[in-house]
């Protein structure tokens, strides 16, 4: 008898972050223990078609090229009887969501999962939903003793100008439901906000002006063990060269940010933004897992800019970095993550 149980890695899909996805997966395949675990994989394309994808399947960047999920492959009918490829049921007991932004990260995969009853790693519908849109996360944060940046929320053909009236600047203009900074600007001055808002707007029908935090970009990471939350130490983010933020090229095409593990902040801070990130955590009910990222402004004061469910998980991605730092190997944490969904009550039990 085979008592390994099977693992649906969920990789790719429609977002912007296909490619980190895809690169996700593959070190999760590499990584995964399998003295306990069988994977199989799950690929959504581009275009949104569910595909099963051979294990043997390179999910690396080879030669300077990114891997993507091919079009070309066997579809799996995915409803709420379960997944299908070629008219026979796809037997595992878990699937691990890797995906990364809409249609993955906020909560859709999630009610999917719940419809059909199968157990899934990481937050719910519902704390995927709310960590996914920023203007519905931040006034629970706030409502739970977390600063947050000052700022209003933007709806497409229904905001008015009294709201961007008397804005201190530098302001950030960005979607509310974006991801890898997509659609998001610096704004220094009334004059540069309307461009800023319309593209913005190009990204989701609802816009975040909010005021732009000085202060060191720390992120730091929660893990799920025995039903309770832990944080990792916190890592920094560091911006080389002349980019004005995080923005996308920051993040994936120049090697122009590093991490380190600041040791220069007063004592206790690294406490308190381990307190905070675990308390946001359980604002939004999340389970699993959870990237937390604040800023440290320049007068010591500790602000959350937002939480991510499905933060990057490659095996140099900040998430697997902090809790290397913390001394969990990053097979460790996917064991930990799978545990921690295989032991979970209260939602699927099939
Ligand atoms: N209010 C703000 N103050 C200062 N920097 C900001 C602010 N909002 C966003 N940024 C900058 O923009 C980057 C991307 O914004 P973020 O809200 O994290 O969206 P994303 O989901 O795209 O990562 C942040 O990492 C930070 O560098
Ligand atoms: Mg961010």
Request: a negative charge.
């Amino acid at each position: 008898m085979n008592s390994k149980k099977r693992v649906a890695i969920l990789f790719g899909g429609q977002s912007a972050e296909h490619e980190i996805s895809c690169i996700s997966a593959g070190g999760v395949l590499s990584a995964i223990d399998r003295e306990r675990f069988e994977p199989i994989l799950i690929g959504i394309t581009r275009s949104g078609k569910w595909v099963l994808v051979d294990l043997a399947t390179t999910l690396a960047i080879e030669n300077g090229h990114l891997p993507e999920v091919d079009e070309t492959l066997p579809a799996i009918v995915a409803d709420i009887h379960g997944f299908r490829a070629d008219g026979r049921a796809l037997d595992f007991d878990l699937l691990f969501p890797l995906l990364h932004g809409p249609y993955g990260e906020d909560g859709t995969v999630q009610g999917l999962c719940e419809m059909a009853g199968i157990r899934y790693v990481g937050s719910g519908v519902l704390a995927s939903a709310l960590a996914m849109d920023k203007s519905f996360a931040k006034p629970i944060f706030q409502a739970h003793g977390l600063n947050v940046a000052p700022g209003v929320v933007l709806k497409a053909g229904a905001w008015s100008a009294a709201q961007i009236e008397g804005l201190h600047y530098p302001v950030f203009v960005k979607p509310a439901r974006s991801g890898s900074s997509r659609g998001t600007t610096k704004v220094k001055s009334f004059a540069e906000l309307q461009s800023a808002i319309d593209r913005a707007f190009e990204f989701d029908t609802k816009v975040m002006i909010e005021r732009a935090i000085i202060g060191r970009e720390i992120e730091c990471g929660v893990l799920e063990r025995g039903g309770s939350a832990q944080a990792s130490p916190i890592g920094e983010i560091k911006i080389l060269g002349d980019h004005e933020f995080y923005d996308f090229e920051a993040k994936y095409l120049d090697s122009a940010t590093t991490v380190l593990f600041p040791d220069d902040l007063p004592d206790g801070v690294e406490a308190q933004i381990q307190a905070a990130a675990i308390a946001a955590f359980k604002a939004l009910d999340c389970e699993g897992l959870a990237r937390v990222d604040f800023f440290y402004t320049d007068g010591g004061e500790i602000v959350i800019n937002e939480l991510n469910t499905m933060p990057g998980f490659t095996p140099t991605s900040m998430f697997p970095k902090l809790w290397g730092r913390g001394g969990v190997s990053y097979p460790e944490v996917i064991t930990r993550l799978i545990d921690a969904a295989l032991t979970r009550s209260g939602h699927v039990t099939r």
